[in-house]
T-cell receptor, first 112, second 112 residues
Framework: SAVISQKPSRDICQRGTSLTIQCQVD?????MFWYRQQPGQSLTLIAT?????????ESGFVIDKFPISRPNLTFSTLTVSNMSPEDSSIYLC?????????FGSGTRLTVV | SQQGEEDPQALSIQEGENATMNCSYK?????LQWYRQNSGRGLVHLIL?????REKHSGRLRVTLDTSKKSSSLLITASRAADTASYFC????????????FGQGTTLQVKP
């Protein structure tokens, strides 16, 4: 299975600012996935990051708020823009490789 | 929207007892997975069961899948205090894309 390095592990940010979260995978993968886990809740898929094309966003998530980059097959970033306290969540990236599913360790974001 | 509903939402048992968690989903699936999450940290993949399988075992874990009822159960036998965590089911709807839809989760507390 793949190994994912996700950074930062946590951050406290001021409202109105932006945070970029990075995920590095040790294998080449076609698709990477970004999830949000709000406090006490389950995971919700934000978007699918495809290399060489724009990300595909799920209902309720928009590119202006969560821009995603996918410059190559092993790396992706998710930016949380113009943050508000409602964006306080854990953000996780994920990949699936040969039937094995792997998640990053998560970024715990607190917006104050 | 969430694909899966899990019950119970919370479960408290004594060490040594068995714990059973249930998951129901709405649409046809390619596979169903169970994950563990300790204290809001990253997800640990426990077990994957494919749509053509009915039961799967891994150590103290037993997973069943009933596609006619669109439901799955996770049984943890001889529970330990270290099993205290949140457990989530997740469905992959087609062709192992890696895009997962998560259930609401069950919080398990195992008392020593």
């Amino acid at each position: 299975s793949a190994v994912i390095s996700q950074k930062p592990s946590r951050d406290i940010c001021q409202r109105g600012t932006s945070l970029t979260i990075q995920c590095q995978v040790d294998s080449q993968v076609t698709m990477m996935f970004w999830y949000r886990q709000q406090p006490g809740q389950s995971l919700t898929l934000i978007a699918t990051a495809n290399q060489g094309s724009e990300a595909t966003y799920e209902s309720g998530f928009v590119i202006d708020k969560f821009p995603i980059s996918r410059p190559n097959l092993t790396f992706s970033t998710l930016t949380v823009s113009n943050m508000s306290p409602e964006d306080s969540s854990i953000y996780l990236c994920s990949v699936a490789l040969t039937g094995s599913y792997t998640f990053g360790s998560g970024t715990r974001l607190t917006v104050v | 929207s969430q694909q899966g509903e899990e019950d119970p939402q919370a479960l408290s048992i004594q060490e040594g007892e068995n714990a059973t968690m249930n998951c129901s989903y709405k649409t046809s699936i390619n596979n169903l997975q169970w994950y563990r999450q300790n204290s809001g940290r990253g997800l640990v993949h426990l077990i994957l069961i494919r749509s053509n399988e009915r039961e799967k075992h891994s150590g103290r874990l037993r997973v069943t899948l009933d596609t006619s009822k669109k439901s799955s159960s996770l049984l943890i036998t001889a529970s330990r205090a270290a099993d205290t965590a949140s457990y989530f089911c997740a469905t992959d709807l087609s062709s192992n894309t890696g895009k997962l839809i998560f259930g609401q989760g069950t919080t398990l507390q195992v008392k020593p």
